[in-house]
């Protein structure tokens, strides 16, 4: 089991900037991939970006240049550093980790960029 825990969202302005964490109870070591997806009221949960054990990275279309995603390994948790935001970036935000055991999903987190 690994429990997932996120933290950092909030009400930002356009053009603003926030940055995610996701805390795992487990040591990376065992987790081959971690990422951040997102779920807008009415549209299904997308992709936002993801990492792998050797930091190989991708990101969504939508977010690329403006979202980076890193890893802390001694603190367990994986980073989602939020630039330039839209109003279209709204959304619940979901930490996500797979293992050899199965995926892992946190709680969510919420995003609102609005003026």
């Known amino acids: 089991q690994v429990q997932l825990v996120e933290s950092g969202g909030g009400l930002v302005q356009p053009g603003g900037s926030l940055r995610l964490s996701c805390a795992a109870s487990r040591s990376f070591v065992s987790i081959y991939v971690m990422g951040w997806y997102r779920q807008a009221p009415g549209k299904q949960r997308e992709l936002v970006a993801t990492i792998t054990s050797g930091d190989s990275t991708n990101y969504a279309d939508s977010v690329k240049g403006r979202f980076t995603i890193s890893r802390d390994n001694a603190k367990n948790t994986v980073y989602l550093q939020m630039n330039s935001l839209k109003p279209e970036d709204t959304a619940v935000y979901y930490c996500?980790?797979?293992?050899?055991?199965?995926?892992?999903w946190g709680q969510g987190t919420q995003v609102t960029v609005s003026s």
């Open positions: 996500n980790g797979v293992t050899a055991l199965g995926t892992y």
